[in-house]
Nanobody, 115 residues
Framework: QLVESGGGLVQPGGSLRLSCVAS????????MGWYRQASGKERELVAT???????NSGDFVKGRFTISRDNAKTTVSLEMNSLQPEATAVYYC???????????WGQGTQVTVSS
């Protein structure tokens, strides 16, 4: 189970931190990530982080978003800075097993960037 928090309304140029808490059984050997889906668009990769700490991110991130994980707290976080209106979307936490089957999605958290 994945439970996200931290979404909300922020002004352009502002920051938000999203968090996702995972059940212990689906964290330690899973690649964790964040995806987003804007209204009328396909879901896209924001960033992923493997159990070993290797990070992959979407081209639009450009250093403004930072993904991190705390294995002890089974939490993956996404720090988003310099947010612009185009970042408005539902952000989803994702867990992908690195060995064997296992693919989970959170319920999503809305991020709205608007003045």
């Amino acid at each position: 189970q994945l439970v996200e928090s931290g979404g909300g309304l922020v002004q352009p140029g502002g920051s938000l931190r999203l968090s996702c808490v995972a059940s212990g059984s689906i964290f330690s050997v899973y690649t964790m990530g964040w995806y987003r889906q804007a209204s009328g668009k396909e879901r896209e990769l924001v960033a992923t982080i493997t159990s070993g700490g290797r990070i992959n991110s979407g081209d639009f991130v450009k250093g403004r978003f930072t993904i991190s994980r705390d294995n002890a707290k089974t939490t993956v976080s996404l720090e988003m800075n310099s947010l612009q209106p185009e970042a408005t979307a539902v952000y989803y936490c994702h867990a992908d097993a690195e060995v064997g089957p296992g693919n989970y999605w959170g319920q999503g958290t809305q991020v709205t960037v608007s003045s």
